[in-house]
């Protein structure tokens, strides 16, 4: 069974960086699409940044020109380079792929705060 594992969440101060790690396990397949979510309470799960198996990458407009999504297809782990964090990045973070999902992984979570 494959299973979606996230790391690398914290505290941070705001303007700090941080790098996500998602590591999918059980599987050998080389995932099309690969993306980040962030999710706050009471809130719906938001599209953070996605990676296609070629490289291709897209970004919420939120995120843009700060974060930077990345992967290794040999370790199929992908990851989230985080940089000038702001408290409005505080989420539980999680990983995924398409066009088929997995089961949801528990996240890490990421907290911007002085």
């Known amino acids: 069974q494959v299973q979606l594992v996230e790391s690398g969440g914290g505290l941070v101060q705001p303007g700090g960086s941080l790098r996500l790690s998602c590591a999918a396990s059980?599987?050998?397949?080389?995932?099309?699409?690969m993306d980040w979510y962030r999710q706050t309470p009471g809130k719906q799960r938001e599209l953070v940044a996605s990676?296609?198996?070629?490289?291709?990458?897209a970004y919420a407009d939120s995120v843009k020109g700060r974060f930077t999504i990345s992967r290794d297809n040999a370790r199929n782990t992908w990851y989230l380079q985080m940089n000038s964090l702001k408290p409005e990045d505080t989420a539980l973070y999680y990983c995924?792929?398409?066009?088929?999902?997995?089961?949801w992984g528990q996240g890490t979570q990421v907290t911007v705060s002085s």
């Open positions: 995924n792929k398409r066009p088929i999902p997995l089961a």
């Open positions: 059980g599987t050998g397949f080389v995932f099309y699409v």
């Open positions: 990676i296609t198996n070629r490289g291709d990458t």
